[in-house]
């Protein structure tokens, strides 16, 4: 059976969009993946939590901070039971610190970090560790893990030395390279890929499918809702559907469904 620390190392805990409109983002994702939202009663200023339909609550929305220039986008909360130490062990690693040490009352200690090719994520110490259920992602929890990078075999290798994110499958995708599949129990699962030259974003950066019951149809309230889609929907190998898409702010996130 797992520590508690061995529960907590290496799951993301927690999804947080970063916006330049908050109102609007809300009104957005509720729409398309059917999270309801509602405010952190504990927090200076406005923070929205965002809640699956069974009210389990899966990550947050808050603005950009006054003075950042970074653009819309989604990051994620890895779990550190000893936060020092999985710093000193990204830097060890070839990784580094963007920010300082934040902490949050009845939450945690957060710090934000990059990985050796640049791409940012953030360590989450929960003030109150539990062991989260390793279970089949469900409707409105994200369900793929996908990163863009300049260097895929070394990505996976900082991962899996820091995280224990393990290799699983690799796919040839021609002139694109391999798409290099990893995982960590039954709920956690991603790939990495080389980043398309002509790709314009970071150096390095995460992206997050969230699960919907249909991705078709999840397509048209993108659209309506004032997104764009990017690639797709598409289908995937095993027979699930996938689509890329930009939010009215333009953050990049993906849909998912499994396989009917």
């Not at 990051?75 to 949050?104: N, Q």
């Not at 398309?196 to 993108?222: K, N, S, T």
């Not at 764009?228 to 849909?255: I, T």
Request: charged share 20%; proline share 8%.
């Amino acid at each position: 059976m797992e520590s508690m620390a061995e529960a907590v190392r290496g799951r993301v805990l927690w999804y947080e969009l970063m916006t330049t409109d908050v109102k609007g983002a809300e009104a957005f994702y509720t729409d398309v993946v059917g999270w309801s939202v509602s405010p952190f009663e504990d927090s200076p200023d406005y923070y929205g939590v965002w809640t699956r339909k069974d009210g389990t609550g899966i990550g947050g929305v808050m603005a950009i901070p006054e003075g950042m220039t970074f653009p819309p986008h989604w990051g994620m909360y890895i779990g550190a039971p000893k936060l020092e130490e999985t710093v000193a062990a990204i830097e060890r690693l070839g990784g580094s610190a963007l920010t300082d040490v934040i902490e949050v009352p009845q939450v945690g200690r957060l710090r934000t970090m990059r990985d050796p090719q640049g791409a940012a994520f953030s360590l989450l110490e929960p003030a109150m560790p539990e062991a989260p259920a390793d279970r089949e992602p469900e409707i409105g929890d994200a369900s793929w893990h996908e990163l863009y990078t300049s260097d895929p075999e070394a990505a996976l290798q900082f991962y899996n030395q820091l995280f224990g994110w393990a290799p699983t499958e690799a796919l040839d995708m021609g002139p694109m390279g391999k798409y290099l599949m990893f995982g960590r129990g039954q709920g956690f699962g991603g790939g990495i890929m080389k980043k398309p030259a002509g790709m314009q974003a970071p150096p390095a950066f995460w992206g997050f499918y969230f699960r919907v019951p249909d991705v078709h149809a999840a397509v048209e309230r993108v659209k309506a809702g004032g997104g764009k889609v990017l690639n797709g929907p598409m289908e995937v190998p095993g027979g699930d559907w996938a689509v890329n898409c930009l939010d009215p702010q333009s953050a990049a996130f993906g849909l998912h469904h499994t396989k009917q």
